[in-house]
């Protein structure tokens, strides 16, 4: 161990990069041991290594001097530097800068040896990983507390560059890593697998979302089902009996399982919506039952916290403690976060959107308490292909079906979703277009007033909590 920025960190030899990587060392500098991994220059500090990754918009080898000038003790690159930039930093030469960033967190996985429990899906991936890590963090394994060696993903850091970098920032204490596995083509999710290996592993719901790389549900499908066949040898693959698609895939799987929804080993019974405050629900572990209170909302988040309790339970982990994980639990920012402002409900759902994310958060809607009106403040569902006329469509007869009584949109799409709207029995003059987030936050403040809802949801580039603080800004 070393000191890094204030903390400790796991330190990095010359052999163990070359080891972990395969590369070939190309210059050899004055320093043989190295502290933390970075892949931001301006993270750079003494005796980290720095690894040049290749971006759409930006190349890591450009700042090579800027890493060097700040300290980098170790270069790992795809192309020779000049000579001239290198100072006493050692260089190592990789076939691919990305692929060595995964390989050197897989040799830092298996190096501290944690349980890995990861998680995939269409929605629901981070709430269900925090709740997972909130058991996790309240349980203990052989008689051992896992209190403050659990690790988990941060942020969105679920891709080839933010998994590594996740299980990089391993200390060596660690018992367990909960992680998220995103993707938006295919081939990631196998990818992510193979460098963080896990023991155990959950696929929460296969629905249309990334289709402009994915193509199709059977494409998110079969690429979602690389989590199950990369598990480890004698891996738990934990199966949501309500997702038909994810059904399947579990039936492929000829390894150990655990099964959840309402026929699986684990379930969730007799659930009471209790508004802004989240829900009640009887948790069912064989026949085994406690009543939780979550302070989550959506029916959608029942079945989250059922498939958290289920992956808790493939590490042994007892029925009291799930509930007590589960229970202190927050609710998440722009993700089905529910608060009252001046008596008006407001569902801030805004840090995405796919359709069957859109279906689960106007169903949370209909079903709020009994009010003046319920309104959607709707933008765009983004990478979707070829399906996104269709897609929107339907988005549109969505809310007429849920009985919505106000639509406000906005985005490119606004148009397609007001044709569903309409076919499927919406008044003209309950569904609103805008310009831009200013107008449509004067538009919904017309309207609002005291025991309405309001649901704001888009896409991430949509950027609708900005219609939201609009909204809000006008009322003071």
Request: proline fraction near 3%; hydrophobic fraction near 40%; aromatic fraction near 4%.
């Given at each position: ?5 204030g903390?400790k960190?796991?330190?990095w030899?010359r052999?163990?990069i070359?080891l972990?990587t395969g ?5 050899e ?16 500090g003494?005796?980290?290594?720095f690894i040049?990754?290749?971006?759409e918009?930006?190349?890591g080898?450009?700042?090579l001097r ?6 980098a003790g170790c270069?790992?690159?795809h192309?020779r530097?000049a000579l001239s930039?290198l100072?006493?930093?050692t260089?190592i030469?990789?076939?691919?800068t990305l692929e060595?960033?995964g390989?050197?967190a897989?040799?830092r996985?298996?190096?501290v040896?944690p349980k890995?429990?990861?998680?995939t899906g269409s929605?629901g991936?981070?709430?269900t ?5 909130a ?7 052989e ?9 988990k ?7 080839l560059v933010g ?6 920032r391993l200390?060596g204490?660690?018992?367990a890593?909960?992680l998220?596995l ?8 196998k990818?992510?697998?193979?460098i963080?290996s896990p023991?155990i592993?959950?696929?929460?719901s296969v ?7 994915l193509?199709?549900v059977?494409g998110?499908?079969r690429e979602?089902?690389?989590?199950f066949?990369?598990?480890n040898?004698?891996g738990?693959a ?19 399982k655990?099964t959840y929804g309402?026929s ?5 019974e007799?659930?009471?919506a ?7 629900f ?6 085994e039952?406690?009543?939780?209170r979550?302070?989550?909302s959506?029916k959608?988040?029942l ?8 992956m ?13 994980g589960l229970?202190a639990?927050?609710p998440?920012?722009?993700r089905?976060e529910?608060?009252q ?6 569902i801030?759902?805004a ?5 069957a994310?859109m279906q689960?958060?106007l169903?949370t809607l ?8 319920k309104a ?5 569902m983004?990478e979707?292909g070829?399906?996104?006329r269709k897609?929107?469509l339907e988005?549109g007869k969505?809310?007429?079906?849920c009985?919505?009584d106000?639509?406000y949109?906005i985005g490119?799409?606004a148009n ?7 076919l499927?029995g919406m008044d003209d ?12 936050a004067?538009m ?10 309001l649901?704001?949801k ?7 909590e900005?219609v939201?603080a ?7």
């Open positions: 161990m070393g000191l890094f920025g903390c960190v796991m330190e030899s052999e163990e070359l972990a590369g070939k060392m190309v210059c500098g004055e320093k043989a041991v190295f502290s933390e991994v970075v892949t931001d220059s301006r993270r750079v003494k005796g980290s290594v040049a990754l290749k971006g918009r930006l190349d080898h450009a700042f800027d890493a060097v000038r700040q300290g270069l790992v690159v192309r530097p930039i100072r006493d930093a260089v030469k990789v076939p691919d060595a960033l390989d050197l897989h040799y996985c298996q190096m040896a890995v429990l990861a998680i929605n991936k981070t709430t990983k925090e709740m997972v890590a058991i996790l963090e309240r349980a203990s394994i008689g051992r507390s896992l209190r403050g060696k659990v690790l993903t941060e942020g969105n850091y679920n891709n998994l590594p970098l996740t299980l990089l200390r204490r660690e018992k890593a909960v998220e995103g993707t938006s083509r295919p081939g990631e999710i990818r992510l697998t193979q963080a023991a592993g959950l696929i929460t629905a249309p979302a990334h289709l402009a790389g193509k199709n059977a998110v499908a979602k089902g690389e989590l066949r990369g598990l040898p004698g738990i934990v199966v949501n009996l309500d997702d038909p698609w994810v059904r399947r895939l579990g039936e492929k799987f000829k390894g150990e655990i309402k699986g080993e684990v379930g969730g007799s659930c009471q209790l508004g802004v405050k989240g829900m009640e009887t948790l069912r572990v064989g026949r039952r406690r009543r939780v979550l302070r989550l959506g959608h988040n079945s989250n916290a059922v498939g958290a309790a289920a808790a339970y493939g590490l042994g982990v007892d029925l009291e403690t799930m509930g007590r229970e639990v927050r998440f920012p722009m089905m529910m608060d402002w001046r008596g008006i409900g407001i801030n759902d840090y995405n959107a796919n359709p994310s689960a958060a169903k209909a079903e709020m308490g009994e009010g003046r009106e959607a403040i709707l933008g765009d983004l979707l070829g399906e996104s897609r929107h988005l969505q809310v007429a079906r009985r919505i106000r639509l949109l490119e799409r397609q979703v007001k044709e569903g709207a309409l499927a003059e309950r569904v609103i277009i805008g310009k831009n987030h200013r107008e449509i004067g919904v403040r017309t309207h609002a007033r005291r025991g309405d809802w649901l704001f888009g896409s991430r580039g949509m950027n609708m900005k939201l609009a909204f809000k800004e006008m009322g003071e």
